[in-house]
């Protein structure tokens, strides 16, 4: 499965931005997805994940209430919705598929896009 991630860019403290992954070519299948992140100088941590399998989501804690994960019906792209951003959400954000029955192994990558939030 191929990702593309897009939507970053610069936003200031308390905006909003909305990322996208698509699937290039096909659909996402049975695949959880989710959103990860790198902030500058730091290791790589969660963000969200949702199942298609109910539509199930998890989120780590830095983002419940602020950020939602959701996808089409088409199963073509998800969408990481960030609502009252603040500067420490500066980040890489990945978006991966993986393994429907253990949350923690992931398969395929995106290239990341970059969210930048102003203070």
């Known amino acids: 499965v191929q990702l593309q991630a897009s939507g970053g860019g610069l936003v200031q403290a308390g905006g909003s931005l909305r990322l996208s992954c698509a699937a290039s070519g096909r659909t996402f299948g049975n695949y959880n997805m989710g959103w990860f992140r790198r902030a500058p100088g730091k290791e790589r941590e969660f963000v969200a994940r949702i199942s298609w399998s109910g539509g199930r989501t998890y989120y780590a804690d830095f983002v419940k209430g602020r950020f939602t994960i959701s996808g089409d019906n088409a199963k073509t792209t998800v969408y990481l919705q960030m609502n009252s951003l603040k500067p420490e959400d500066t980040a890489v954000y990945y978006c991966?598929?993986?393994?429907?029955?253990?949350?923690?192994?992931?398969?395929?990558w995106g290239q990341g896009t970059k969210v930048t939030v102003s203070s």
């Open positions: 991966a598929a993986g393994d429907p029955i253990f949350p923690s192994t992931w398969y395929y």
